[in-house]
């Protein structure tokens, strides 16, 4: 009841007293100036240019989305043509909702209670109702005083205490009824602060003024970018043997608060930088705060090191040409849509649609779309288009006659078995063809669908828009063999170039009763070149183009060879000698080669056989020290006066001389070996053939 209390109360307070009159500028004649020219792009934004009359001093009002406003104020241009100008533009504010309560003298930011706003309010002068008495006075603030309730119970009320002359009277809240303040300026405040909250909440139109200054008659223009839908196309690729013609259809969306009647429509084709920047909401610089020196000293300051930004690098690509349907140019053309393709695969079925021999699909329908190159654009014109706001219309804009090859495109990554039936097209329109769907129809029969890339005039792409059963394609036989091309020495590494050839053979059966022209796509693979092979038509950075003809009732075998040279390393030092010694007799490595490596095994021989040899002596070294060790504890329980004694003695005593000779012996080797495998890493060091 308290809370209900308070939104009355509240209310009373905001329009009960009277308002102090705010200044309001003139207000100038209203004209409505409509759009004249609408300019889509398919990069997402639009420019929408309206042009009219004003009389003396007028303006305009348009309406966008809140979302809209940092394009409007980004791109806005407007011009009076006969003398006048422009004055100012107006729109909403849109300052942080918080920041804007704040700045009233009565702050509501925190959605505040009464008791709460009436203590901000302290000092002001109010005309308070209360029972069946009314006062006016000041406020001094309000308490919170303890009351005994029903059954002895203690509650918290909000009392307010207001000094009226020289006294001071308590009131408790709930018994007010209506409460004025006395002073219009803080009234007017406390009602901007609640506008602005109804105006924070309407964020779905905001109006922008533009005024203008003059006398008379004037014509005036103005301009702007805005974010659109993007204007899309769809085709119907139209086959017979009269000619082959392409029905381009632009999809187009008044997505605006504005009728277009009549308005100059361009479609523009193309990719222009477009972005959004914020300069619809206010932005405040942050400011440091200063603690006087004084109270606190200066700060020691600590500068990192800095980087310098790298600049971006940018590669420029080789420009490639198109293919003539004549085959007398080969080069790049573009990659086949394979998306389309492989959707197209989940669903095996052949669909012919019949009934339609009846209509010519091309007579009544006519471009009403004039093409024109803008800089790097393409842009389509169509005078004089109506469409209400909030409605989508479809515009022919391309109705010409195109050059197509039909063809079987096949792909084992798209489908292993079968080829795809599709055409080659060349853009003969001169009209830019912007990406989107093309239904095929074939002699007034449908024939499947298809996607198209982005063609500009002159270009050529692959459609493909069904499944070719009549052709059935193998190419599971491929083979693959190495073989080693040549080798080098540099510094201790045996460089081994080893060519890797492979070859794939396609199969295409052809069942059915004409001879077809068949496209084999062909994966690139990088560092592998064709070889043996005939040249390729065209080709993508991902495929191969290869064409011939399949004639009917025979198996046409396209065999494509493919090879690439590696280089192998491996170090001579620790290498197995027994392939050391097969490449030294390997015809394909050249003869200083076999020669340098002949030489390293020679050196590589001499020391393992002194190694052998210290291994012999190591072990017999070994072999005797356990001898030894056997006889000195044979003599430990054999008297030394006994015949045994001296026996054991004597052999100990010859044993000795040997094992001296031994390890002389073994350290001989040690460096022999020493030096020999010296001589062989300083060979191997200073060793470049090849």
Avoid at 417 to 430: A, D, F
Avoid at 536 to 541: C, D, H, K, N, R
Avoid at 622 to 636: D, L
């Amino acid at each position: 009841m308290l809370k209900l209390r308070s939104v009355f109360l509240l209310l009373s307070l905001t329009y009960g007293g009277a308002l102090l009159a705010q200044p309001t500028p003139p207000r100038t004649a209203q004209t409505n100036v409509p759009v004249s020219t609408v300019m889509l792009f398919s990069s997402g934004v639009g420019y929408f240019e309206h042009a009219g009359t004003v009389r003396g001093d007028g303006s305009t009002e348009l309406r966008f989305r809140t979302n809209q406003i940092n394009d409007i104020l980004k791109s806005l241009v407007v011009q009076d043509q006969n003398g006048g100008r422009v004055s100012t533009i107006t729109y909403p504010s849109q300052d942080p909702l918080a920041k804007t309560l704040r700045s009233f003298q009565v702050d509501i930011t925190a959605n505040p209670s009464l008791a709460d706003l009436l203590n901000q309010l302290r000092g002001a002068q109010v005309t308070i109702q209360f029972q069946a008495e009314r006062l006016s006075g000041t406020i001094l603030g309000v308490e919170m005083r303890s009351k005994t309730a029903g059954q002895g119970e203690s509650i918290l009320v909000a009392v307010l205490n207001v000094l009226t002359g020289a006294t001071i009277r308590a009131i408790e809240l709930q018994s007010v009824s209506s409460l004025t303040l006395d002073d219009a300026q803080l009234q007017a405040e406390l009602t901007q602060a609640l506008t602005s909250l109804t105006q924070a909440r309407d964020q779905d139109k905001k109006p922008v003024t533009i005024n203008f200054t003059g006398a008379g008659d004037r014509r005036v223009r103005f301009g702007y970018v805005v974010e659109t839908p993007i204007w899309k196309t769809s085709y119907r690729l139209l086959m017979d043997d009269k000619g082959d013609k392409l029905q381009g259809w632009a999809i187009v969306e008044n997505q605006t608060d504005s009728d277009w009647n009549g308005v100059a429509l361009s479609l523009v084709s193309g990719r222009p930088i477009s972005f959004i920047m914020d300069l619809y909401q206010p932005l405040y610089a942050t400011r440091p705060t200063v603690v006087p020196e004084l109270f606190a000293g200066l700060r020691p300051q600590v500068y990192d090191e800095g980087i310098a930004q790298a600049r971006e690098r940018e590669v420029m690509a080789a420009r490639m040409e198109s293919r003539g349907l004549s085959a007398k140019q080969a080069s790049v053309g573009a990659a086949i849509m394979t998306d389309s393709l492989r959707r197209r695969v989940m669903n095996l079925s052949e669909v012919v649609v019949t009934g339609l021999s009846d209509m010519d699909m091309a007579a009544s329908v006519q471009s009403i779309a004039s093409a024109a190159k803008m800089g790097a654009l393409f842009k389509y014109t169509i005078g004089n288009v109506t469409l209400p706001r909030q409605k989508s219309a479809m515009l022919p804009i391309i109705t010409d006659t195109v050059a197509l090859e039909r063809i079987s495109i096949y792909n084992a990554s798209v489908l292993e078995k079968y080829p795809l039936t599709g055409v080659r097209l060349k853009n003969t329109t001169g009209k830019h063809l912007l990406q989107g769907p093309v239904t095929v129809l074939d002699g007034n029969n449908y024939a499947g669908d298809a996607r198209i890339d982005d063609v500009p005039p002159g270009q050529e792409r692959l459609l493909s828009y069904g499944i070719d059963l009549d052709m059935l394609v193998d190419n599971t036989k491929n083979t693959q063999n190495s073989a080693i091309v040549t080798a080098r020495i540099n510094k201790g590494l045996l460089i081994i170039d080893r060519r890797h050839a492979t070859s794939r053979e396609y199969l295409a059966d052809n069942k059915g009763d004409k001879d077809r022209t068949l496209v084999v796509e062909h994966p690139v693979r990088e560092g592998w070149k064709l070889v043996d092979t005939r040249k390729p038509i065209e080709a993508t950075q991902a495929v191969y183009r290869f064409q011939g003809n399949a004639s009917a009732g025979k198996v046409t075998v396209l065999t494509v060879k493919e090879e690439i040279v590696r280089a192998e390393s491996m170090a001579i030092l620790p290498a197995d000698l027994g392939q050391l010694v097969v490449y030294s007799r390997t015809g394909e490595i050249p003869a200083s080669v076999r020669d340098a490596l002949a030489k390293a095994i020679q050196l590589r021989r001499a020391i393992l056989d002194t190694e052998r040899q210290l291994g012999e002596r190591t072990q017999r070294i070994n072999e005797i020290t356990a001898e030894q060790s056997r006889i000195r504890e044979n003599m430990k329980t054999v008297a030394q006066n006994a015949q045994y004694y001296q026996r054991l003695l004597a052999k100990l005593n010859e044993q000795e001389s040997a094992l001296e000779k031994l390890q002389e012996e073994r350290d001989g080797l040690m460096k022999k070996r020493d030096a020999e495998r010296r001589a062989l890493e300083e060979y191997l060091a200073n060793l470049t053939v090849g």
